[in-house]
C-alpha cells in the first residue's frame, strides 16, 4: 500500500517537475523580471512614478517605507493583514475552547534548577526589549509586527521555563490584545473618513529610511506586535492549563 | 532548482501526512508541507544576484536590481497562518493525549 503511495506520489512529483521545466507555467524565463506588475511595489509607482526613490533623500511618496515587503503587508494590503490577524485571533479562540478555557495551571514535572530560574528572569528583559525593538523598526529593518511578537511571545516561554506561573497576569494580556485589534480596526476606518478608503494612509509619508516616517505604518505594526504577542502569550498559557473536571 | 526542491519537500510532507499514525509526527508533515509550498512561492520572486527588497545606507536607490517582493510578503501572511493552524493542531494533539491517554490514532481507533 505505501509502495504504491510513494509510486504514485514520485509520478506526481516527475510530472510537476516536468512540466516546470518544460512548459514555464509562472513565465520566469519569457517574462523579462523587469516588466512584472510587482516592480511598481519597488519603485513607489502603483499611483503614478515618483522617480527615482533614494534612501535618507525621498519625500512625499506615496508610501515611504524602506522596508518593501512591509509596505506591501501594511499598507498596500493591508486588508489582507487585517483577515490573517483574524486568522490568529480566530486560532487563539479554537486553542482556548478546546483545552478548556480558565482551568488550574499545570505544574511542570521537573523543579527548574538554579540556573535556569535566575537565567530566565535575567534573559526575558533582553528578549522582550528585542522584540519591542524589531517591531518598532518594522518598517525600516527586515522583522515587523508579527516576528516581533513572536518573539515577545518566546521571552514569556523563558519565563514559564523557569518556573514562573501566570496566575491573574493573563487577563491583562485578554485586555491588550482586544484593544490592540479593535484599535487596528479603528485606524482602518480613520482612513476611510478622511481619505476614503478604508485602510488608506492618512498621516504624511516623511523621509525614506527615518524612524518617524512612512506615515501610519509604525502605528499598525506597533499595535500588530502588542496583538500577536499577547496573542502567543495567551496561546502558550492555555497549553500550560488542563480542564477542570467537574 | 529551489523549486524543484521544494516542491520534492511538499510531496515528502504529503506521505508523512497519510501513512503516518502519531498525532505528532502528522503535525510535523503538515509543517514539513508548509515549508515546502512557502520556499516554493518565494522561488518565483528569487533572480540570480538580486538585492533583497529594502532600501538601506549601502543599497541606497530604487534603481537597484531587487528581488520580487510581492511573493515575500505573501508568504509572510501564509506563514503566520501556519502558526495557527499549528497552534489548533497542537491543541487537538493535547486533548486527544488526555482522553485517550495515548497519541497514536491505531491504538484509539475503536474508541472513538
Redesign the interface.
Known sequence: M?RI??LG??A??VM??YN??VYDP?Q?TTMP?EE?D??A????SVNGDPG?????KSTNLENGA????A???VDY?SF??LG?VT??F???L??AF??GGFGKTIRLKHKPSFLLQYGARFVFGIILVFGAYMFLHGHL??G?G?PGG?IIAASALVLYLGGESSGEKMKAFKILEGAAGSLYVLSGIVGLYFAGFFMQNVLPSGI??HLFSAGIMPVIYILIGLK?GSE?TG?LD??MR??VSS | MMELLSLSLLFLGMYGLITKHHVLKMIVSMNVMEIGLNLFITSLGYQESHLAPILSSKFPSSALNFVDPLPQSLVLTSIVIGVGTTAVALAFAKKIYMDYGTLDLEKIEGRL
Open positions: 505505501k503511495l510513494i506520489l514520485m506526481i512529483l510537476g517537475i516546470y521545466a509562472y520566469k523580471f512584472r510587482s516592480q511595489y519597488l519603485s513607489r527615482e526613490v533614494v534612501y535618507g524602506a522596508n518593501t515587503v509596505a506591501i503587508v494590503r489582507d493583514t490573517e486568522v490568529l480566530i486560532s487563539s479554537g486553542v478546546l483545552s529593518t527586515p515587523g508579527f513572536a525614506v529610511g500577536v502567543l496561546i492555555y497549553f488542563e480542564e
